[in-house]
């Protein structure tokens, strides 16, 4: 068809003008080569330019456009939002607290038998052998003694047997003796308590020692540096006998301090100096969250806010303004929020000047990942035409020269691969590559490997036809003669003329390519997240959320699908024409 | 004739063992995870009498897991000639059986999509080849490119989302609606109707192009040929010349074109199955293939490895019957 060209062109110059031309005029050389006849007849049509233009703004687009974005297709946008957010929990307290004295320690036995003894209004137990008394302060509210045996006497005999490792004065004896004749089962001497306790005819005489106070009452010092004072057993002691005793003030270590207690028995502790050093509540106020200070002026407003039910109040903050706190009530607990700033992913924000297509549902640029999901879509359809032409070129060239059995066993083998359904094939190796958990780069390759295995037969068949037909013609005749080799022959004077028709093969079959990867990325068989195509980013279209609520993310990738692949339709329709003239369209 | 339909038949059965076996090479890679969740779910059952590993045991060997791939095809292809093609895993069903209940819905809505397509695409087509380089022509063939052009899934959900989301005519999903069952015959039978509605529309736009582009080509051809010259320089009507002369004659390409529509009128409705959750053999095969439901599988390959054969037979012989200048050697 080439050589058919040439003779047009120089048959339509007027044979009147050849006659005066010299051999090397410039004009009669000037003749178009057969390549630019075939580029003049393509820009002549309108609709393959409109072709080229979609895809050439497409190729800016994604190639380009990935460069000037400022985003990167995996930047995760966020912002500051203001949600209620949880600040502090308060609840009844239950549990006994311990404050133990310096150097003291109770176990946990210990403390199970002490909740146990005071749940049954019992003031003494047994705890790993040792006997311990609870001495009451107030309600829920007990000293805890620890009960060490010093020895044991017989009552009958005043017999002594003495513990290791202690021992016993005579004054204590004398004392010991005086107390069990009179029967007291408590007696003083030296200053230190003792306790006697009667098993039959044996009395344990026990030295008593004060470990520390178990108590309901939550007591928070006000300010960071009197939390040691306020939570040593001192302070404590003489606090909560204030405290339960109705007292107004109370001693510790000389420095006087005024209770002030309100009607729903909360407590405020002032110091000599008046300023408000503690405050004594039944309520446990707790912060609800990280990073959470919790003042103890918002403790005592929660704890009237517990107690008067309100569901919201305001506290001053550090700064001195208001702010305000809700409650709500769950069961027995109380919560609080308040407004607070909170980091959130903008999922599926509407497109605005700095996100001209908005937000996904991962917080991710739109445009900028369909410009990055461009590329692959766009590659994916060249890696594969490329690989179909490869295929098939060789296999339909062999297959048309040779003729006879080679060409019967390689089209059985075309029509092996033909007959393969690609859909099914394709959902089958989309559920072994998820069973086996392939990156989502190596998903790219098995994707395009897919598409070119299940695709080159076409190409293979173009080939073997044409070159059965041009096998026939003279000029291949002529390379016979001329004793040209075989792969010569096939590849640069067969294969060459197949060329037009596979160039608007290849051209038509990358449109077909691109819907194929965008179908299969959409049914999730395909890319996978991180990455992106054009497929991929439509597929957020599955969630009927983003269906109906969120058309701007997957409209768009539709419109470059669909404009990708009438640009290819395009192309390829003019390259048909302009190769082949007489072909129409 | 006779032999050469043996002989295509013969290699068409070949192409169709091979292709299995491929699709069976390939989809051993599965892991055997699936066997191991229905022992464990059996194993649990009060009335089961085997232990999870008995169980484990028989499933594997009931599908020839325990042997190699060779092995293992050639014992399946044992039971598949024979009609048994194993239950699905998916389903809990026989595949034949889970086949038999979901192809109709399937048929009903190519076989509507097919008589839509033929009465738009062959008149247009036939338009455009009567206008060539006209307006109407460019017209009807951007229209075709577009059709070409647009991936299904996206037509789609386009669809759905002008005339379910924004117009509310039609439900998103299904083949039924919510008082189905509440309906009599032809309550029901409307009901699906119009649950197909978008569904076929998607399939005829998307199928339009194909065969008026193809239409047009053929009836181009026909038009340039010297019998049309002949029946209008003895003076006929164009419309008889149109209509009688050629039409008739490029229904023979068309009708070898319609053979090869029958494979894909069973795969090709996949993702719009899919898209609209019609419960045909497109959508329910995606289901059991995407959680690895090995025998269901490799049952719808099968089916359309088949398929494909027989469209390829069907589409020689009709040719011969339509034309009988063709005799096939």
Not at chain 1, 501 to 526: C, D, K, P, R, Y
Request: neutral net charge; hydrophobic residues 45%; contains cysteine.
């Amino acid at each position: 068809m080439k050589e058919e060209n040439k003779t047009n062109n120089i048959q339509a110059s007027p044979s009147a003008e050849e006659k005066e031309m010299a051999l090397d005029d410039a004009r009669r050389v000037k003749v178009l080569s057969p390549g630019m006849l075939v580029a003049k007849r393509f820009f002549r049509n309108k609709l393959a330019i409109i072709g080229l233009v979609i895809l050439v703004v497409l190729f800016l687009f994604a190639f380009i456009g990935g460069l000037i974005t400022p985003y990167s297709q995996t930047q995760v946008f966020k912002g500051m939002d203001m949600i209620q957010k949880d600040y502090a929990a308060a609840v009844y307290n239950s549990e006994l607290r311990y404050t133990m004295k310096e150097g003291e320690t109770l176990s946990g036995s210990a403390k199970s038998q002490i909740a146990l003894a005071t749940s049954k209004g019992n003031d003494t137990f047994e705890a790993d052998g040792a006997g311990y008394t609870l001495i009451p302060i107030g309600e829920d509210s007990y000293q805890i003694t620890k009960l060490d045996a010093i020895c044991t006497v017989l009552t009958s005999s005043k017999a002594m047997q003495v513990k290791e490792g202690e021992t016993i004065s005579d004054g204590l004896k004398s004392a010991i003796n005086a107390a069990l004749d009179a029967g007291q089962s408590q007696f003083s001497y030296g200053g230190v308590d003792y306790e006697v306790r009667m098993t039959g005819k044996k009395a344990e005489i026990c030295k008593s020692v004060t470990l520390g106070i178990a108590s309901k009452l939550v007591i928070d010092a006000y300010s960071a540096d009197s939390e040691a004072l306020v939570n040593s057993y001192d302070f404590r002691l003489e606090c909560e006998k204030a405290y339960h005793n109705n007292k107004t003030s109370f001693t510790v270590d000389g420095e006087k301090y005024t209770l002030e207690t309100d009607e729903d028995g909360d407590a405020i502790v002032y110091d000599a100096a008046g300023e408000a050093f503690a405050a004594a509540s039944h309520i446990i106020v707790n912060p609800n969250g990280q990073g959470i200070n919790l003042s103890i002026e918002f403790k005592m407003a929660a704890r009237d806010a517990v107690e008067a039910r309100t569901s919201s109040f305001t506290v001053p903050d550090a700064s001195g303004s208001e702010v305000e706190y809700k409650m709500n009530v769950v069961n027995s607990n109380f919560y609080f929020t308040t407004m607070g700033s909170s980091e959130l992913i903008r999922r599926f924000e509407a497109p605005s000047s700095s996100h001209w297509l908005g937000l996904d549902s991962n917080g991710m640029d739109v445009l900028t990942r369909l410009m990055y999901g461009g590329r692959i879509s766009l590659l994916v359809g060249f890696v594969v035409v490329f690989v179909e032409l490869f295929i098939g070129i060789i296999v339909g060239g062999v297959a048309g020269y040779f003729g006879k059995i080679v060409d019967n066993v390689l089209m059985r083998v075309v029509d092996l691969f033909n007959s393969i359904p690609f859909y099914p094939m394709a959902m089958i190796v989309g559920a072994v590559m998820d069973s086996l958990d392939i990156s989502s780069t190596a998903r790219i390759f098995a994707l395009m490997f897919v598409l070119a295995v299940l695709g080159w037969t076409n190409v293979a068949r173009t080939v073997r036809g044409q070159i059965l037909s041009l096998r026939e013609q003279e000029f291949m005749m002529a390379t016979e003669a001329t004793g040209i080799p075989v792969k010569r022959r096939i590849f640069r004077h067969l294969i060459p003329n197949v060329m037009p028709l596979l160039i608007v093969q290849a051209t038509m079959n990358l449109g077909s390519i691109i819907i194929t990867e965008a179908t299969l990325s959409f049914l999730g068989l395909g890319l996978k997240y991180p990455l992106a195509s054009w497929g991929s980013i439509i597929n957020a279209a599955n969630d009927i959320q983003v269906m109906t609520s969120y058309w701007y993310i997957w409209m768009p990738p539709g419109l470059l699908i669909l404009l990708a692949v009438l640009g290819f339709n395009f192309v390829g329709d003019g390259l048909r024409d302009a190769f082949d003239p007489k072909m129409k369209r | 004739m006779g032999k050469y339909i043996i002989k295509r038949i013969l290699i068409g059965i070949v192409i169709v063992i091979s292709g299995a076996l491929v699709a069976y090479a390939v989809i051993r890679c599965l892991p055997t995870s699936f066997i191991e969740n229905l022992a464990r779910q059996r194993a649990s059952n009060p009335t089961s009498s085997k232990t999870y590993q008995e169980w484990v045991t028989q499933l594997t060997s009931v599908y020839g897991l325990d042997k190699g791939i060779l092995a293992g095809f050639v014992g399946w292809l044992g039971d598949a000639v024979r009609g048994d093609f194993g239950e699905s895993w998916e389903y809990g069903v026989p595949v034949v059986l889970k086949f038999k209940q979901v192809i109709g819905y399937t048929i009903i809505l190519n076989v509507i999509t097919l008589f839509v397509e033929l009465l738009i695409s062959i008149p247009l087509g036939i338009i455009a080849a009567k206008n060539q380089y006209k307006k109407s022509d460019y017209a009807i063939t951007v229209f075709a490119l577009m059709g070409i052009s647009l991936p299904t899934f996206f037509l789609a959900i386009l669809l759905k989302y002008v005339f379910c989301v924004k117009l509310g005519w039609f439900d998103m999903y299904g083949v039924t609606g919510r008082y189905y069952n509440q309906l009599d015959t032809i309550g029901k039978m409307l009901d699906i109707g119009h649950h197909l509605v978008l569904p076929v529309i998607t399939l005829t736009m998307l199928s339009i192009g194909g065969l008026m582009r193809y239409t047009r080509t053929n009836m181009l051809e026909v038009l340039n040929a010297d019998y049309i010259r002949t029946a209008r320089a003895k003076g006929l009507p164009e419309k008889k010349v149109i209509n009688k002369h050629a039409f008739r004659n490029t229904l023979i390409p068309l009708v070898s074109y319609m053979s090869y529509l029958i494979p894909s009128m069973f795969t090709g409705s996949l993702i719009t199955e899919t898209v609209y959750q019609i419960p045909g053999i497109g959508y329910i095969s995606y289901l059991a293939t995407t959680k690895g439901d090995i025998p269901f599988a490799m049952f719808y390959l099968t089916f359309t490895l088949i398929l494909t054969q027989v469209s390829l037979l069907l589409a020689d012989i009709m040719y011969a019957v339509v034309d009988p200048r063709v005799r096939i050697n």
